[in-house]
C-alpha cells in the first residue's frame, strides 16, 4: 500500500460513524444509491489526524472544505463551528485520542433520478464522517517507496480542476492502476505541460545540491502538508523552490520524498527502477522529517 500502508485495528469493526449528524455503528452506516455522491462522484472531502486529543491542521483543512466546495457550486449547511462540533461528536462517542485517522465527505445530497445537473437534487448535503484507528507503518518512513512515471496526466482547471479535492477521483485512480502495472508503490504524474505535477495519492518534492524543488502547484491539490514543507525549510533556511522541472532533473536528484497528511513525509527509495540516495533515506529527508514532527508537536502542545 506505499504510502498509507497502516497497522490493522480490530476496534474499527464496531466505531461509530456520523452521518447527517447522526450517530452508526460502522455496519449499519449506509447513504442512499441516489446520493449524488454515489451516482456521480459529486462531492468534496477531507481527511485530517487526530494526535494526541488534538485534531491537526485542522483550521486549514476546513478552509480548503469551504473553498472546494464553493468552487464546485456546493453550498455546505453547517458552519465550520458545527462541523467541528460533530467531529466532536464523533470522537467522544468513539473515546478517541490518539493515532486517529478522519475522513470528512460532503456530497450534493440525493437526487431524484440519475442525473448530472447540480440544481435536479432532492435534499440538502449529505455529511459523512467516519473515523478510523489507523496508525502509519513507521518502517515507511525510513525504507521509503518506489516510484514510477506514469503515463496518466494532471488536467487544466477547466477540465476537472486538479486542485480540487473532489470526490470525483478516477484521475488519480488510473494513475494508481498504471503504477501499479508499472511495479511501483507510487505514480509520478506530470501536467499538460510535460512537467511534474503531483504524485496519484501524495505530493512530491525533490532535492537536488542541497536544495528543495516541488512543482509550482499549478496542476496539483493544494497541498495541506506539502505547503507546511514549504514553511519549514524557509523558517530553517533550506532552500526551496516551486519550480517547473522534469523526470530527466528527478533521475538526478540526490533525494526526493513524498508528502501526505497520513504518513508525513516519505523518501523514494527508487525512481522508475533507479535506486535514490543509494535506496537509503537521506540526511536532508531525515531533517525534514524531524522538524514536521516538532512543528505537529508544536501545534498540538505535546510536551
Not at 67 to 91: C, D, M, Q, R, T
Not at 166 to 186: P, T, Y
Not at 206 to 223: A, P, Q, R, Y
Amino acid at each position: 500500500m506505499g504510502t498509507h500502508e497502516y497497522i490493522t485495528d480490530g476496534r474499527n469493526d464496531d466505531v461509530w460513524i456520523s452521518i447527517n449528524k447522526k450517530l452508526f455503528k460502522r455496519s449499519d452506516a449506509k447513504i442512499s444509491v441516489f446520493d449524488s455522491g454515489f451516482l456521480l462522484g459529486d462531492g468534496i472531502w477531507e481527511s485530517f489526524r487526530l494526535h494526541q486529543g488534538n485534531l491537526v491542521f485542522i483550521d486549514d483543512h476546513l478552509d480548503r472544505l469551504f473553498n472546494g466546495a464553493s468552487s464546485i457550486s456546493l453550498n455546505i449547511p453547517y458552519s465550520k463551528e458545527e462541523i467541528l462540533s460533530e467531529i466532536a461528536n464523533v470522537i467522544d462517542s468513539n473515546k478517541m485520542y490518539d493515532d486517529v485517522h478522519i475522513r470528512l465527505i460532503i456530497t450534493r445530497g440525493l437526487k431524484p433520478t440519475p442525473y448530472q445537473a447540480p440544481w435536479v437534487i432532492s435534499s440538502p448535503p449529505t455529511m459523512v464522517i467516519i473515523p478510523e484507528y489507523k496508525k502509519a507503518n513507521i518502517g515507511r518512513t525510513i525504507e521509503g517507496i518506489s516510484l514510477v512515471t506514469v503515463d496518466i496526466i494532471r488536467g487544466t482547471h477547466n477540465s476537472q480542476d486538479p486542485r480540487i479535492n473532489s470526490l470525483s477521483k478516477h484521475n488519480c485512480i488510473a494513475a494508481c492502476i498504471d503504477a501499479e502495472k508499472k511495479g511501483g508503490e507510487e505514480g509520478l504524474m506530470l501536467d499538460v505541460d510535460g512537467y511534474v505535477s503531483t504524485c496519484n495519492s501524495t505530493h512530491f518534492f525533490m532535492i537536488k545540491d542541497g536544495e528543495v524543488w516541488t512543482s509550482t502547484g499549478e496542476f496539483c491539490l493544494d497541498g495541506i502538508t506539502r505547503q507546511k514543507i514549504i514553511n519549514i525549510c524557509k523558517k530553517n533556511q533550506i532552500p526551496c523552490f516551486e519550480k517547473n522541472f522534469t523526470i530527466d532533473d528527478v533521475r538526478l536528484a540526490d533525494e526526493a520524498f513524498v508528502t501526505g497528511t497520513f504518513a508525513g513525509i516519505i523518501p523514494v527509495n527508487s525512481f522508475d527502477h533507479e535506486i535514490i540516495s543509494d535506496g537509503i533515506r537521506g540526511p536532508i529527508v531525515e531533517k525534514l522529517q524531524k522538524l514536521y514532527v516538532e512543528m505537529i508537536e508544536g501545534v498540538c502542545h505535546v510536551k
